[in-house]
């Protein structure tokens, strides 16, 4: 028989053994409660791939030995229907070839989904992609797939995803891969081709009531509480006059910018088109390009993303992740100074995540038992819990094996901890006829009130902001310049 000898032999025995794996690995991810890419890789990847090699090693085997026993002119087999022995034959191939098919197209798709999946993405490649898909699971789209973000619909984006994939494959054998993964992503999808599936702009309009709650850094971790009325407007002249934070979507207003660096923070010049086409040029006073270099520039269009620059991947400071827990009572508030030194351990340095985990776990209860010995005492169930809880804060901010934290990716949305919105609001971005892009507060939101502690600072129907510092005249100055996130001012 063609199929006894040692090639076909192997190729057999490496077929049955792939087909036995890949049902096992295909009843191991349909049965486990979390399934691991790890399984899914091996069941519709590798084993697949092994069955292949072992089913063309049975060919090949096949093929020299019938060139071994036959002459030249008898190597093509003579198929006769009317023999049974050749149509029985010629069935069972016909049928296993029918089946293979049917199979090959069921694991086909079954590894095309498996590497559109949110585990194939996050967890494979788990020291590189550990930042992005720890924050994803906390952010506001964790229900919604990777791709449908980073891939969306369409052939022409999956084939680009997929070579740039094969590119981020051989980064990470070979160990060649940035710390931290640099952003913005520059051959990102354009928003209207992705985002816009979910968030319709034309349908933004109107105001939200945000309360933004802050503990002071004091002995008493007094909160501080400012309600305002954020004007989220829209863009859309159909809805009304194109107005307030949603003015500079792509629909009532085009805006193109020239970035002087690679994060796109520094932006020494603004192009902005409105409803008539007017168009008005906008050049930093304090830039240090020439009109004749900006001029040769590369100009981005604005895009969703130029603000929701982190609407998945968010890394929260740590001064906000400890503000967080004491409004969610996590962290016990009545511990003293608790705020304070909850940021002062997080924002130590350290060298891995083991690391800081026992820094956190030591530098807690020494602050107390030196500070406080009678706190230390008496509230040492609150101090192990504080322990826990700053522990889970670091390992959702700060990544030390990929040199990642929360100032490695300024988020645009907002000006408190980054410039955000004074890269272009900052007073000092001027037309050639004198125009402003104004750094007034009551564009984008309008304040109601105050609270510092148990009284209100707010007296009037639209009050002005009162730091809580005397800083003098606020629009000289922005919160990036003393708020890093870190052990505050």
């Not at 095309?112 to 967890?123: A, D, L, N, P, R």
């Not at 040769?296 to 991947?313: I, Q």
């Amino acid at each position: 028989m063609l199929l006894r000898n040692p090639i076909s032999l192997a190729g057999m025995a490496l077929a049955i053994v792939s087909l036995a794996n890949i049902f096992l690995f295909f009843i191991i991810d349909q049965i486990a409660v979390k399934p691991s890419p790890y399984i899914g890789i091996l069941a519709y990847m590798v084993s697949p791939a092994f069955l292949i090699l072992g089913l063309l090693l049975m060919l090949v085997g096949v093929l020299i030995e019938r060139r071994k026993k036959l002459p030249p002119s008898a190597f093509y087999p003579r198929i006769d229907l009317n023999d049974p022995t050749q149509r029985s034959a010629v069935i069972s191939f016909m049928t296993f070839l029918v089946v293979f098919v049917m199979v090959s197209i069921a694991g086909s798709y079954k590894a095309y989904e498996f590497t559109e999946s949110v585990g194939f993405c996050g967890q494979l490649c788990h020291t590189v992609m550990s930042p992005e898909y720890t924050a994803y699971q906390l952010s506001p789209h964790a229900r919604v797939a990777c791709a449908e973000c980073h891939v969306g619909a369409g052939a022409t984006w999956f084939v680009k995803s997929k070579l740039s994939g094969s590119r981020q494959v051989f980064a990470t054998v070979f160990n060649t891969y940035p710390r931290p993964i640099p952003t913005p992503v520059h051959n990102l999808r354009p928003a209207q081709e992705t985002c816009e599936q979910c968030h319709w702009p034309k349908k933004f309009y109107g105001g939200q009531l945000k309360v933004f709650t802050h503990y002071a850094n004091d002995e008493k971790n007094t909160m501080r509480q400012i309600r305002m009325i954020i004007k989220t407007g829209g863009g859309d002249p159909a809805t009304g006059a194109p107005e307030g934070i949603h003015w500079h979507m792509n629909i009532g207003n085009k805006i193109d910018y020239v970035a002087a660096d690679e994060k796109r923070q520094v932006l020494p010049y603004v192009h902005v088109e409105d409803l008539q086409g007017r168009v008005t040029e906008y050049y930093a006073k304090d830039s240090t390009l020439t009109k004749d270099q900006i001029a040769k520039a590369d100009k981005h269009h604005m895009d969703c993303v130029d603000c929701h620059n982190r609407p998945t991947h968010i890394y929260v400071p740590p001064d906000q992740s400890v503000d967080q827990s004491l409004l969610a009572r996590r962290l016990d508030v009545s511990l003293p100074s608790i705020k304070l030194e909850a940021v002062t351990v997080l924002t130590a340095t350290y060298a891995t995540t083991d690391a800081a985990m026992q820094g956190i776990a030591n530098g807690i209860p020494s602050y107390y038992e030196s500070k406080y010995p009678e706190v230390a005492k008496t509230k040492q169930l609150e101090i192990r819990n504080a322990v826990a809880e700053v522990q889970q804060i670091f390992k959702r901010t700060t990544f030390p094996e990929m040199k990642l934290n929360w100032q490695t990716h300024p988020n645009n949305l907002g000006h408190f901890y980054y410039t955000g919105c004074f890269r272009c609001h900052d007073g000092q971005h001027v037309s050639a006829d004198g125009k402003v892009i104004s750094k007034d507060c009551n564009q984008c939101h309008t304040l109601l009130s105050e609270t510092d502690g148990a009284a209100s600072l707010a007296a009037t129907a639209v009050p002005s902001f009162k730091h809580p510092v005397d800083l003098g005249d606020l629009t000289q100055v922005s919160c990036a310049d003393c708020h890093n996130g870190g052990v505050g001012p």
